[in-house]
């Protein structure tokens, strides 16, 4: 049967020799292909092709590459690349867009597409991955003529690190200690090049690129995950650890006490940096609470807005804003460049470690004043009827509604929350947050016997 549920809101991604396949990714290089023509409303495109490091991503690119020429495409291969260095790579050089293998943050057996417009502009599951997974399922494509080119194209990585390192003063790093765990993804091509020019001892954890991820899982998101890099921090008394996902475009930072600092924290200090250079800015962040990250754009005078989780989703609504930055709860942090607006990890590594030197204080010194909600983390439950749910829910804090988009969200003063439902599960998400850890923990109680009744 066609694997249509692999075709999902943000990418394609399933178990490799199953329901992704070579065959597969010949269809969808087709299909890619003809998408783009129709989008871009021209047949002479440029599209950029590159892998991450599991061991079917070759196989499964030289399909691609086959399918995308024989419609007529030529492909720029860029080989190895995180994903950032893969939107980099389409947007710095004007390309018409393009397609990477990888599985993100899944285990070592799935593999799966991101693709991209001009710019790294995203094609969601709302704009295009749907149209892509129909015209693949019929398998009908027109003759092309003319057999495209494919060409190589090296030194992305340094690039990228150059630009970065433009955008950002780093006489201003002190020397400092760093632990960075890159959970064998493919982070450590770009964190290798990136502190050649830093004051840092670099502590390298897990830097040999491996696909099956023999360590640990490689979603920093779950904490659990960074147990190893809290640990090491711990017992070097390193000033910082930063833990990366499978395709780098994720960062999390471990303060010297060995926490994970919350990406809403994170998002906050980030949003103020932009702020200073764009005074009144537009800020964007997703609907999972996270209080402090509105308290420190409107701290800064900025404009905060809400998007609907899922980095495809928050780049096309910060695209309409004209946001100046935008931060995910799950460590997606975007940045506005004059030729996309895209996760840069390299200018957050530098953006961080600039404003922990110039503050003067370790970074728990500095984030403790910020660490002033207690929160619930993302709760999973299986129901049997989603809808049931929300309308228990509405019954009981209708009166304390505030937005409806990407599930609902109430705000009852001293603690508020976020439910929303899976788009493929018979599962709801719940996401509380409070002024103390007392409040939260109770209002989680209260909440989950309504969502289990």
């Known amino acids: 049967m066609f694997p249509s549920h692999i075709f999902k809101a943000y990418d394609i991604r399933g178990i490799y020799g199953s329901e992704v396949t070579e065959v597969l990714a010949y269809d969808i290089g087709r299909a890619f292909a003809e998408f783009m023509k129709k989008d871009q409303g021209k047949d002479d495109l440029m599209l950029v092709v590159c892998q991450d490091m599991r061991t079917s991503s070759n196989p499964l690119k030289a399909e691609v590459i086959r399918g995308l020429t024989e419609q007529g495409?030529?492909?720029?291969?860029?080989?190895?690349?995180?994903?950032?260095?893969?939107?980099?790579?389409?947007?710095?050089?004007?390309?018409?867009g393009g397609i990477q293998i990888t599985a993100s943050h899944n285990p070592g057996q799935y593999n799966g597409f991101k693709m991209v417009r001009p710019g790294a502009g995203p094609i969601s599951g709302e704009s295009g991955i749907m149209e892509i997974r129909d015209m693949v399922e019929k398998g009908e494509f027109s003759h092309v003529e003319k057999t495209g080119t494919v060409t190589t194209r090296d030194g992305v990585v340094e690039e990228e690190v150059a630009y970065a390192l433009s955008q950002v003063d780093v006489s201003k790093i002190k020397p400092c200690n760093v632990v960075v765990d890159n959970a064998n993804g493919?982070?450590?091509?770009?964190?290798?090049?990136?502190?050649?020019?830093?004051?840092?001892?670099?502590?390298r954890m897990y830097f040999e690129l491996d696909g099956n991820f023999p360590n640990h899982d490689a979603n920093p998101l779950i904490d659990a995950n960074n147990k190893d890099i809290q640990t090491r921090v711990r017992e070097t008394g390193a000033d910082l650890g930063i833990a990366l996902d499978g395709d780098s475009d994720r960062v999390f930072f471990i303060d010297n006490t060995g926490q994970t600092v919350e990406p809403s924290i994170v998002r906050g200090i980030l949003a103020q940096v932009y702020l200073k250079d764009h005074p009144g800015g537009a800020v964007g962040y997703d609907v999972r609470p996270g209080k402090i990250t509105e308290d420190m754009i409107l701290k800064a005078g900025g404009k905060p807005f809400l998007t609907k989780v899922g980095h495809s989703l928050i780049k096309e609504e910060s695209?309409?804003?004209?946001a100046i930055f935008s931060g995910e709860s799950s460590g997606h942090f975007f940045i506005k460049a004059d030729f996309g607006f895209f996760e840069m990890p390299a200018i957050i590594v530098l953006q961080f470690l600039r404003v922990i030197s110039e503050s003067g204080k370790t970074v728990r010194e500095y984030i403790k004043p910020l660490m002033k909600y207690a929160h619930s983390g993302e709760i999973n439950f299986e129901v049997q009827d989603k809808a049931a749910v929300f309308t228990r829910l509405k019954e009981k804090y209708g009166d304390h509604v505030t937005q409806k988009f990407d599930g609902v969200s109430f705000d009852l003063g001293e603690w508020w929350f976020n439910v929303r439902s899976s788009n493929t599960e018979n599962v709801v998400r719940l996401n509380v947050e409070a002024n103390d850890d007392i409040v939260m923990k109770e209002k989680v109680g209260e909440v989950q016997r309504i969502i289990r009744q």
């Open 186 to 203: 493919m982070g450590a091509l770009v964190m290798d090049e990136l502190f050649k020019h830093l004051p840092c001892e670099l502590d």
């Open 319 to 322: 695209k309409k804003r004209n």
């Open 73 to 96: 495409i030529n492909v720029v291969d860029i080989g190895l690349a995180s994903t950032p260095t893969f939107y980099f790579g389409v947007a710095k050089y004007g390309y018409d």
